[in-house]
């Protein structure tokens, strides 16, 4: 019964080191962080958590094809979406940095600077609500800025051209807004 006892413990703190980690994570690593000296307990006490979580139909699956991480399982990654955005590919990030340090910057203007993909990337960053379009005064394109929910993700506080101004990359930065 203790050696029970013993195994369950074992799972629980593996669970909250999988828990509070956003990486995978070796069964070494997991050993180490939880002054376990034991390898094969641990791994043992790992394979029982994750058939407890298979086993159930919860929403969280242990994944181990990396090493082990504790995720959404596939079917409810749509909540996890709507809730928080998901990273962003590098070519997408760097059409919001230039949307950040130009705001508001026509569409065109930023096709010009990021090519055809920019299209792409700006209907991305509009369904993630990272940016806001509207049409500009002649009607023939979009303006784009950054919204409320870009400050928050990136936990950024006043406005991104004080942001750039501060960093000192507004230099030579014309805003479109003053043409």
Do not use: W
Not at 19 to 25: D, I, P, V, W
Not at 77 to 105: H, N
């Amino acid at each position: 019964m203790e050696q029970q006892n013993s195994m369950e413990q074992l799972k629980a703190r593996i669970e909250a080191v999988l828990f509070t980690t956003a990486q995978a994570l070796s069964i070494k690593d997991i050993a180490e962080i939880l002054n376990e000296e034991d390898l094969e307990k641990t791994e043992e006490a790992m394979l029982e958590l994750i058939m407890d979580y298979s086993s159930r139909p919860g929403a969280l699956e242990i994944d181990d094809e990396n090493g082990y991480i504790l995720q959404v399982k596939e079917e409810h990654m749509d909540i996890v979406e709507k809730l928080c955005p998901v990273e962003l590919k590098p070519a997408a990030l760097r059409t919001l940095s230039v949307i950040a340090l130009k705001e508001p910057i026509r569409q065109t203007d930023l096709k010009e600077l990021r090519g055809s993909s920019a299209y792409e990337h700006v209907q991305e960053l509009l369904e993630k609500g990272l940016i806001s379009r509207t049409r500009d005064k002649n009607g023939r394109s979009y303006n784009l800025k950054t919204t409320p929910k870009f400050a928050e993700y990136f936990k950024l506080k006043g406005d991104t051209r004080s942001l750039a101004k501060l960093l000192e990359v507004d230099k030579g930065i014309k805003d479109s807004a003053d043409n």
